[in-house]
């Protein structure tokens, strides 16, 4: 089992900066991959970044790449979204997920585990 909570959402102005955290605890030597998904109401959760547990290689969607960056602290079993230059349309749950083993990186269903999420909004 593997647990993750996620914190650093909130309310922020078109342009500005939010930080997100996913800490991880449990079985996390078991983790392959941490992504990073949202969902807006009305819409599907979508893949927004997800970075390897044992390497630092980085996927981004491409309506955030250049905006956010993942990134991981495996000291702290933590994995934090830099957001910068947030954008209306960047409004959602954000949600960080863990996978077990190889499977699609943009694909919510190889993700094993969720956290409960964390509300970003941007106002314009």
């Known amino acids: 089992q593997v647990q993750l909570v996620e914190s650093g959402g909130g309310l922020v102005q078109a342009g500005g900066s939010l930080r997100l955290s996913c800490a991880a605890s449990g079985r996390t030597f078991n983790i392959y991959r941490m992504g990073w998904f949202r969902q807006a109401p009305g819409k599907e959760r979508e893949f927004v970044a997800a970075i390897s547990w044992s390497t630092t290689y980085a996927y981004y969607a491409n309506s955030v790449k250049g905006r956010f960056t993942i990134s991981r602290d495996n000291a702290k079993n933590t994995v934090y979204l830099q957001m910068n230059s947030l954008k209306p349309e960047d409004t959602a749950v954000y949600y960080c997920?863990?996978?077990?083993?190889?499977?699609?990186?943009?694909?919510?269903?190889?993700?094993?585990?969720w956290g409960q999420g964390t509300q970003v909004t941007v106002s314009s």
């Open positions: 997920a863990a996978m077990l083993s190889v499977g699609s990186v943009y694909e919510s269903t190889a993700y094993r585990y």
